[in-house]
């Protein structure tokens, strides 16, 4: 199945350290405004990759995003003089969400898929996502949809993932790992999810029945998959990807561990 065209670009987005584009995609007749982030962005090359390999080990888990992929801008796309043909090729595209507003205190009572708190949380864990919400920094990884009835939580924004987030490469995974890093409280200590602490009684128990489930999900063969399913013209070093799957699966290997940690941490409780 060919990757959707990226018609033309309306403008960048201000919030950001990727500095995303708003366009619009087109397949066949359809159109779809969708947020781009480009290869060439400032952050560089990893940042679309966190993107599309958390993406889809989030699908697999059935956590609740945006549509997302990998869609193509070429000459024939209008870009608005936004970029230049360094950024031709793929790009990571996440479907627009327009009638949605950032998580906050506020509206916690009305989010209404809080069975889904667990799983984000050991997500996180599992791709050492230090960037998803906090109440002195960044509070636009969590989404609340603004429809009237729909107020479910969705989770947006993967590119600071992984050990050293946009700049990790195999010498810094296999470092994570001798280290232990599983065991490293920077996760709990940047997002803030005393919001989710605070609107459900979250425990011991509900952490490691949801671990079962990504255990039975997130599995070597996923894994392989979805690195294999990486563009080309992304170009990351086969070495550096072996990697990554050997490091995913090493936190997933300790999931139980990770949640008696997230059930004894007390600092926001």
Not at 15 to 35: I, Q
Not at 66 to 88: E, M, N
Request: overall charge negative.
């Amino acid at each position: 199945m060919q990757p959707p065209h990226v018609d033309r670009l309306e403008k960048r987005i201000g919030n950001g350290c990727t500095e995303p584009l708003l366009g619009v995609l087109k397949s066949g007749n359809k159109e779809l405004y969708a947020v781009l982030k480009t290869k060439n962005n400032i952050q560089g090359v990893l940042s679309v990759v966190n993107e599309w390999v958390a993406y889809n080990i989030a699908v697999e888990l059935e956590m609740l995003m945006p549509v997302s992929g990998v869609a193509i801008i070429d000459s024939d796309t209008d870009v608005a003089g936004l970029i230049d043909d360094k950024d031709f090729g793929s790009c990571f595209y996440s479907t627009y969400i327009e009638k949605a507003s950032i998580l906050n205190e506020t509206i916690m009572e009305f989010v209404s898929n809080k069975s889904v708190y667990e799983k984000i949380i050991l997500f996180d864990h599992l791709v050492y996502n230090r960037d998803r919400y906090n109440k002195n920094g960044n509070r636009g990884n969590l989404l609340i949809s603004a429809l009237r009835g729909d107020r479910r939580l969705y989770v947006i924004d993967h590119t600071h993932v992984f050990k050293n987030e946009t700049i990790w490469d195999r010498f810094c995974l296999s470092q994570g790992m001798r280290d232990n890093d599983y065991l490293d409280k920077k996760i709990l200590k940047s997002n803030g999810y005393e919001l989710f602490f605070q609107s459900k009684n979250i425990t011991r128990q509900s952490l490691k029945k949801e671990a079962e489930l990504f255990k039975e999900v997130v599995t070597k063969e996923l894994l392989k998959r979805i690195i294999k399913s990486i563009p080309a013209d992304w170009q990351v070093d086969d070495r550096d990807l072996e990697a990554l799957q050997e490091y995913l699966l090493y936190r997933v290997a300790r999931l139980d561990e990770m949640c008696e940690m997230i059930a004894n941490y007390k600092e926001w409780r």
